[in-house]
């Protein structure tokens, strides 16, 4: 039986590997851009902004820390340097092995979140742009379990707001709970809001900043189709006849649509999107 290609591990690889390249360090996470100029040059600073931002809302420490959703690990090793103990949680094998370089010294736990056993109590349960990959109900309680006595929740990350609608195919971001949901099943749980900040406007450049970057790889390729298309027509025919092959239409379709338009904005994001950073605490 031949072996499925892992694109998702693949595409992880590449994207961390051109981030690390471009900043220096392997966050894939929005960037908070208050007086920045939205330029990949400035990338590294607003990502860092947010990441301090982020910091100034935990306890006082030192803390247990489960960080869930931990990503390549960049997050816990710098709460690992302000002298935190630091639990990942990350599903993702080539993930898990980024944070287990990164963060050598924190826990990795390979797991999904709603699949954790582990039998120790937290001070801090962090969802850091993780909260939307796992149900809204399952992240709350799960995480309110694994809170020792005096322990708090931290919630950061984008949901869809009431007027949210897909305009147009892909020209949304649609990751994200819808904000309704997310007020439902809080309100059913013994937990109360300490804090919620809505950050949406400082996050949303990172949108235009993405999609400027698939716009250069866009036209390269179509420098490089136009040069086929006069030189070399027999290629770009075979060429073609392949994507034909291996992606449907609608893939086709999207792709175009991400590497040729501009249909993710950041004002298209502030519209049907919001971004919030929330602390959390059981009643």
Known sequence: MREKIDTRA???????????????????????????EVTAGNLRSAQDAYTTKLFKMLPDGPLRILDIGG?????????????HSVDIVVPSAFLAGRCRENAPAATVHECMFEDLQVDKKFD????SESFQYIPVDIALQK???????????????????KGFERQKVGSTVGGGHRIGTYRESLAALPLTTVS?????????????????L?????????????????????????????????????KRFRLHQRLM??????????????????KLKPA
């Open 10 to 36: 693949i595409g992880l690889d590449v994207g961390l590997s051109f981030i690390k390249w471009l900043t220096g360090a392997e966050n894939l996470h929005y960037g908070l851009w208050d007086g920045l």
């Open 71 to 83: 990503g390549a690990g960049e997050t816990a090793r710098k709460l690992l340097d302000l002298g």
């Open 124 to 127: 801090l349960c962090l969802f």
């Open 143 to 161: 995480a309110a379990d694994h809170l020792d006595e005096g322990g708090e929740i931290i919630v950061s990350d984008c949901f869809r707001s």
């Open 196 to 212: 919620e900040e809505d950050i949406t406007a400082s996050v949303a450049p990172s949108v235009d900043l993405e999609q400027a």
């Open 214 to 250: 698939f716009n250069v790889f866009g036209h390269a390729i179509t420098r490089i189709d136009t040069e086929l298309g006069q030189k070399k027509r027999k290629t770009r025919w075979f060429i073609k006849r392949a994507l034909a092959t291996v992606m449907s239409k609608r």
């Open 261 to 278: 338009e501009k249909t993710r904005t950041a004002d298209h994001f502030k519209a049907n999107n919001v971004y919030l950073m929330i």
